[in-house]
């Protein structure tokens, strides 16, 4: 059946209803559901191939429909279809993100599976279904409040549920079942069709017949709502991970789970012959989080299938691989001995198997006594899951340059001296296909003009555009389109926010988790440097700037809010001053997420990339904004020391202490020292204490105002160096508005950081993952 009357006959047999009266929700189903029939045919594993297997706590895809169809080539017809019956195209905006990760870890994985099955690579996602994914965010006098995240209440056209390949998983006080939901994973062009396979906990009995029968209702249930609540809500920190005995069990839950699948599939070929397995299949560990998923493979090879211990670790080393996400201390997980056992008693004695193999192959390259500490997977009561995941694994990868070379140098540099062979870089990308064909359509048309339509699979082809940078019409095409993606988002601002922002301001963008090493109230303090500049004339001819930021800060993370409200205040006194009209506007948007960013990321001018220098892992926000035009306004940290490699560092704006230059300055660092003698920082850092400002009596500001120039127990004042980037930061800001008057000259910046952006597409890296670590390119 045609695809259009295939919407229509759902919408009658389903609803009853013509496309007319039909709700969003009603026509989202009959959409999707309509597209899921149309590529059930592509639906299939390739027969005799290795797989690849992203095992991954969090998959953020954000709003599938569109991207979907576009994947499909059934976007135009789609939105014909609506525009004939009467209806907007736009109305599929109602349909909320499927927010199953918390930030760029989580949207990484889903880039990751778009880029795979575009280049006809054979990944599968695996992950869990959250019930309620991450909480939905909204301000109440400038405080930030949560809600959950009901995503399903839409339906979820997307996903089959599998029942008759459920697997049981055990823990030490439970049972569940583990049944899987697949989502088709389409490549641009629909010819490849991978699967994310996300698993939902669910009671093995669905209640107690004999407690109802004696009127224990409560009781009745209870197993079932204690198996449900391990699939019920994504833990909602970005970059500290919770050491709770639920989170325990999620990773588990997921990893034996999946490890599950995988060993049914391959023993209905092979038998109980398992010398293929590892030709046959290759696991990506995202971050530590699914590492438990090591000693499970170990205790279903011997404690299943009884192979020895040598041959079943020598198949686990050779299938898993280890990508780390972050240098953050607090963020290195280990859990304690005493839960981890009580949680999963069947499968600690596994880890210390690997942890007494590690100790003999130390004792066999001289590491010995006191020596082996630092390497013990079993450690002071603590089981280290890092450790873990290098010692059983064949790689271990960071996700931008500099991030390896910290890895290697500092944080594991014990490890990298025993393997430095496991040790590689695979630097982190984006798709284009998200991230500019679909959020920025009139960027991407005149791009395909001027060089055809390969760079949405081949990105490297952006390329050809370099020799345009010095044709005013081009630029002056590229400026308008700038202009217009601006105004598009200040009708979606007014509309979601109820402020109107002015469309030919500078639009200077901050987007990204709440972090202190983020640096949002860096942000902010220069921010009111300029504001306090203008009002006494220090700083003069300031280009209009509207100044954005997003973030949800993770809801126990107290100092994080307390920087939400400090920038709530502050844009309320800059836009309410009527002496600011005209120069700037400062808005923190609520409930950022990835439809908003796909908003938010064509329209801006700047790209706030500030984090403190050996910070920042890789980012992978900075990479839309380079490709929609944006330029860098950041630290050499992360990926941006690639991204000005590429763009050119005189069309970006670098500032700031370097990795080494902080580590020079980290001994004799005194904030409070600056702080006193420069009369620019004293001013706004005083705002958090000299009543400029209300933190509503909760003490907040106060906090913020110690944690700079006293610190706590846990760190030292200003232990992200804002003071000491002051300055410098705030000069770069103001070079680049002044810059900016010369519209040509800046237009080609933006226009040549497109035109280099071709290295960050994630169908780049995944090709690299492909042929270096899982050899399945
Ligand atoms: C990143 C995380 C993370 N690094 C723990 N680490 C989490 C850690 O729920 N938890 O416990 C969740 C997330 N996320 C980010 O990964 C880095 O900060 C970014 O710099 C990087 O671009 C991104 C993708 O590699």
Not at 36 to 50: D, E, N, T, V
Not at 152 to 172: A, N
Not at 717 to 736: H, S
Request: proline share 3%.
């Amino acid at each position: 059946m045609k695809f259009e009357k295939e919407i229509s006959s759902f919408l009658e047999l389903e609803y009853g209803k013509t496309p007319q009266d039909a709700t969003p929700t009603q026509l989202y189903n009959a959409v999707s559901k309509a597209a899921m029939r149309f590529l059930a045919p592509s639906w299939h594993k390739q027969p005799g191939k290795k797989r690849a297997c992203y095992f991954s706590a969090e998959f953020l895809v954000g709003r599938l429909v569109y991207s979907n169809l576009m994947n499909l080539r059934l976007l135009e017809k789609c939105e014909d279809y609506l525009k004939q019956h009467g209806i907007d195209p736009a109305v599929f905006e109602q349909i909320e993100d499927d927010a199953l990760g918390n930030g760029g870890l989580g949207r990484l994985a889903a880039c990751f599976l778009d880029s795979a099955a575009t280049h006809n690579l054979p990944l599968d996602g695996y992950g869990i279904r959250y019930r309620y994914g991450l909480f939905k965010q909204y301000f109440k006098d400038g405080f930030q409040k949560e809600t959950a995240d009901d995503w399903l209440r839409f339906g979820d056209p997307w996903s089959v549920c599998r029942p008759q390949e459920k697997v049981m998983v055990e823990f030490g006080d439970q049972k569940v079942w583990a049944v899987p939901y697949d989502m088709p994973v389409i490549g641009f062009g629909g010819k490849t069709i991978n699967t994310l396979r996300l698993w939902e906990a669910q009671g093995v009995n669905e209640f107690d017949f004999d407690l109802f029968n004696k009127q224990q209702y409560e009781l009745a249930v209870k197993e079932r709502d204690e198996a449900e609540w391990i699939s019920a809500v994504l833990y909602p920190n970005d970059d500290t991970p919770q050491g709770k005995r639920l989170r325990l069990k999620q990773q588990y839950f997921f990893s034996s789970a999946s490890l599950q699948s995988i060993l049914r599939e391959y023993v209905a070929r092979h038998g109980e012959d398992f010398s293929f397995f590892s030709q046959e299949y290759a696991i990506q560990l995202n971050d530590t989080h699914p590492t438990v998923s090591i000693p499970e493979l170990l205790r279903i090879l011997m404690g299943e299938y009884h192979l020895p211990f040598d041959q079943a670790f020598t198949i686990v080393k050779d299938t898993f691989a280890y990508t780390n996400h972050t240098i953050m201390a607090e963020a290195l997980e280990k859990w304690d001995v005493n839960l981890f056992v009580s949680v999963l008693p069947s499968v600690y004695p596994y880890v210390v198997m690997i942890d007494d193999s590690l100790k003999r192959e130390l004792r066999s390259c001289g590491i010995l006594g006191g020596d082996q500490e630092k390497y013990k997977i079993v450690c002071t009561n603590m089981v280290h899951m890092a450790r873990m995941a290098i010692y059983a694994t064949h790689s271990t990868n960071g996700v931008a340059r500099i991030h390896t070379e910290i890895l290697k140098d500092r944080v594991l540099h014990e490890w990298f001296s025993l393997y430095p062979d496991r040790f590689n870089n695979k630097t982190n990308g984006i798709t284009q296909r998200r991230w500019l064909a679909l959020c920025n359509r009139p960027l991407a048309d005149f791009i395909t003009q001027k060089i055809g339509d390969g760079w949405i699979t081949d990105l490297d082809q952006l390329e050809r555009l370099r020799p345009l940078a010095d044709d005013s019409t081009v630029l002056a095409q590229f400026m308008e389109i700038k202009a217009e993606k601006k105004k598009e988002l200040c009708a979606y601002i007014k509309e979601q926010e109820g402020v109107q922002l002015c469309a030919d301001f500078i639009f200077d963008v901050q987007i990204k988790r709440l972090h202190e090493y983020k640096r949002q109230l860096l942000n902010a303090f220069c921010i009111l440097d300029i504001y306090f500049g203008l009002k006494d004339g220090r700083v003069k001819d300031f280009y209009p700037t509207v100044f954005l930021f997003g973030a949800k800060a993770a809801p126990g993370y107290y100092r994080a809010k307390g920087i939400i409200k400090f920038i709530n205040e502050i844009a309320r006194l800059i836009n309410g001053d009527p002496k600011m009209k005209g120069k700037m506007q400062v808005l923190f948007v609520q409930n950022y997420n990835v439809s908003y960013a796909q908003k938010l990321i064509p329209a801006a001018d700047i790209s706030e990339q500030i984090s403190t220098a050996g910070t920042e892992a890789s980012g992978t926000s900075n990479m839309k904004f380079m490709l929609n035009g944006a330029v860098t306004l950041g630290t050499l940290d992360g990926a941006n020391i690639e991204i000005v490699e590429r763009a050119g560092e005189e069309n970006n704006y670098i500032f700031g202490a370097t990795v080494q230059e902080i580590e020079e300055a980290r001994d004799s660092y005194h904030p409070k020292k600056l702080y006193e003698e420069n009369p620019r920082i004293k001013r706004v850092v005083d705002t958090l204490i000299d009543g400029t400002f209300s933190d509503g009596k909760t003490g907040m500001f106060k906090e913020l105002y110690d944690s700079l120039l006293e610190g706590a127990d846990w760190h030292k004042a200003d232990q992200y160096y804002l003071l000491l980037d002051f300055i410098p930061y705030c000069e770069q800001r103001l070079k680049v508005n002044r810059d900016y008057a010369d519209r040509l000259s800046f237009t080609r910046k933006c226009f040549l950081n497109t035109a280099n952006a071709g290295k960050f597409s994630s169908d780049r890296t995944i090709m690299e993952y492909a042929n270096e670590i899982w050899d399945i390119g």
